[in-house]
């Protein structure tokens, strides 16, 4: 049973950083390509960031230079930094993985950045 947990969202002020999870089940090694994702209501949901198992990397523009996204394989778990935090940031944060050609969704982390 694959599963996804996400945590580290809070309320933080604008410019601060939070630091967000998502725990794995089994080994992070197995799993393909890996993201976060961001939804708000009304919008359409958002690539943030993502990673292969290779470590190349993707970001969005609007996080480029701001956030970083890692894997750790001794934890299972995939990582993202968010510094310089802004309000547009505020949303529901979701982690998504490739496993053997299936997609997998978390539940979701709420991230709220107040101004």
């Known amino acids: 049973q694959v599963q996804l947990r996400e945590s580290g969202g809070g309320l933080v002020r604008a410019g601060e950083s939070l630091r967000l999870s998502c725990a794995v089940s089994?080994?992070?090694?197995?799993?393909?390509?890996m993201a976060w994702y961001r939804q708000t209501p009304g919008k359409q949901r958002e690539l943030v960031a993502a990673?292969?198992?290779?470590?190349?990397?993707y970001y969005a523009d609007s996080v480029k230079g701001r956030f970083i996204i890692s894997r750790d394989n001794a934890e299972n778990t995939m990582y993202l930094q968010m510094n310089s935090l802004k309000p547009e940031d505020t949303a529901v944060y979701l982690c998504?993985?490739?496993?053997?050609?299936?997609?997998?969704w978390g539940e979701g982390t709420l991230v709220t950045v107040s101004s």
């Open positions: 990673i292969a198992g290779s470590g190349y990397d």
């Open positions: 089994g080994r992070i090694d197995e799993y393909n390509a």
């Open positions: 998504n993985a490739d496993y053997y050609e299936v997609a997998y």
